[in-house]
T-cell receptor, first 109, second 115 residues
């Protein structure tokens, strides 16, 4: 059973607009959450993370929001750029990382 | 630093053959992880090591899979005998700490195709 779910397989947005990527989890023991970005033929690279004691973490154009009561987190990219086009993985940690299936983001010029 | 190095990048083999995937972690990293990516299941943790010792192999699908880390700079993932359902991209990652709040650095992956 998937403990970390990314229910939308893909998202397409226009350059300059906001991209919102969503992730749900089921295990209340998760205490750390991460987003990874993956380009074709490359391994995933770390993007941003958030501890369960926080509800928001911001790094430049990237912001992650955590709603523990809803067991939901989201990644906001503002403004979106064509170079952001990639597969994004949500991951949660309780001693080891559990990844979602990923979501393909396409940012159109 | 060259990052995490994996070889081969691509492997095509026939069902029943032995397959060995190799990984060189980033120097100084104490943790090494093996993941498998498939369309159906996404990115799954197979096994991870701390200071060359296997800590959690609960993700290893079955006895056909085995992993070793003979020293701090080398690890292998072996599949014997291989089956078509093992076709996937296998990633190795390393980090300076456990999974809780330490960034894992991934290699480029090995794309395995079992015919």
């Amino acid at each position: 059973d998937q403990q970390v779910k990314q229910n939308s397989p893909s998202l397409s947005v226009q350059e300059g607009r906001i991209s919102i990527l969503n992730c749900d989890y089921t295990n209340s023991m998760f205490d750390y959450f991460l987003w990874y970005k993956k380009y074709p033929a490359e391994g995933p690279t770390f993007l941003i993370s958030i501890s369960s004691i926080k509800d928001k973490n911001e790094d430049g154009r990237f912001t992650v929001f955590l709603n523990k009561s809803a067991k939901h987190l989201s990644l906001h990219i503002v403004p979106s750029q064509p170079g952001d086009s990639a597969v994004y993985f949500c991951a949660a940690s309780a001693h080891k990382l559990v990844f979602g299936k990923g979501m393909k983001l396409t940012v159109n010029p | 630093d060259a990052g995490v190095i994996q070889s081969p990048r691509h492997e095509v083999t026939e069902m029943g053959q032995e397959v060995t995937l190799r990984c060189k972690p980033i120097s100084g990293h104490d943790y090494l992880f093996w993941y498998r990516q498939t369309m159906m299941r996404g990115l799954e943790l197979l096994i991870y090591f701390n200071n060359n010792v296997p800590i959690d192999d609960s993700g290893m699908p079955e006895d056909r899979f085995s992993a070793k880390m003979p020293n701090a700079s080398f690890s292998t993932l072996k599949i014997q005998p291989s089956e078509p359902r093992d076709s996937a991209v296998y990633f190795c990652a390393s980090s300076t700490g456990g999974a809780e709040d330490n960034e894992q650095f991934f290699g480029p992956g090995t794309r395995l195709t079992v015919l």
